[in-house]
């Protein structure tokens, strides 16, 4: 059986100091303090959660540049896994200064930027990060597909509620275990510092008791107004479902559009599972 833990909500004033929502000079030349976390666990004190849980956070980064020896720019796109269990995850605005931190500067080759890059960002997570690099843009071809499932979006349902409200999850009570993967390109949320809206498309894959469809559609639609960060907003719906639906396993991902060359993409599941590099037709 799983056990919760349910502590009071807590303030991150931390966020103050945040680059985001505050004008800034881009660094010319590398500059890793320009980096910024984010204490995972301030926010996970308001969450009646499931322990422990498996996931990750897979960003993407389109504008990633740095100078051969030579002096020749080099280009690639980069892809970022900062583990669930770290215990900061990174501000995205400070992760943009950080990477066009590199623009000017020159180094050997593809392997000495990602092992900066690894170091840094572990560093700043406080676990270890995976940083790949992928430089050969004129030979790449990357997957691009819609999220694997059943889609509710075409459900006539009356929205009222435009904050995150676990009591639409209604299940089923005649005790009938199912398997179903569902799927919503209309989850919005709002950055908590700039109020900017982070759109986006969620996977919920579950083993259960039946979840009503137009419920759950509901429940993504709730977090319109919501003010949270992309982690925060899927470990938000991994706990309320769990919490609601009592599921045997429950996977919850969210694929966000990217913002200034970089989208993410957490994943919060009950079980060890393997993240597919797919992008959605709108990243």
Known sequence: MPFWILVPQMSDSSLHAAPLGRDVVYPT????????????ETN???????????????WNAYEVSWLNRRGLPQAAIARFV???????????KS????????????YDDAQQVAAIMRTDLSRVAGAEVQVTLETGLDRLEILCGPL?????????????????DPSLLIVAADGEVVTESLVSNLLKSNCPVTGQPDWGS???????????????????VSFRRHTEFHEHCVERMYCDIWNAAQPE????????????????NPWRSSQPVQFHEVRTPRQ
């Open 44 to 58: 996970r004190q308001s969450l009646l959660r499931p322990g422990p849980w498996f996931g990750a956070d897979h």
């Open 249 to 264: 396993a429950l996977y919850v991902e969210a694929r966000y559009t990217r913002r200034g060359g970089l989208d993410i």
């Open 202 to 220: 969620v996977l919920i894959r579950y083993t259960g008791r039946r979840i009503d469809h137009e419920g759950l559609l509901k429940y993504i």
């Open 95 to 106: 992760f943009k200064l950080y990477l066009n931190s590199f623009n000017e500067t020159r």
């Open 148 to 164: 694997p499932g059943q889609c509710l979006d075409q459900l006539d349902v009356e929205i009222e509620r435009y904050e995150p």
């Open 29 to 40: 030349t590398y500059d890793p303090t320009v980096l910024f976390p984010i204490d995972r």
């Open 82 to 92: 900062v583990p669930a269990e770290s215990p900061c995850l990174i501000e995205s």
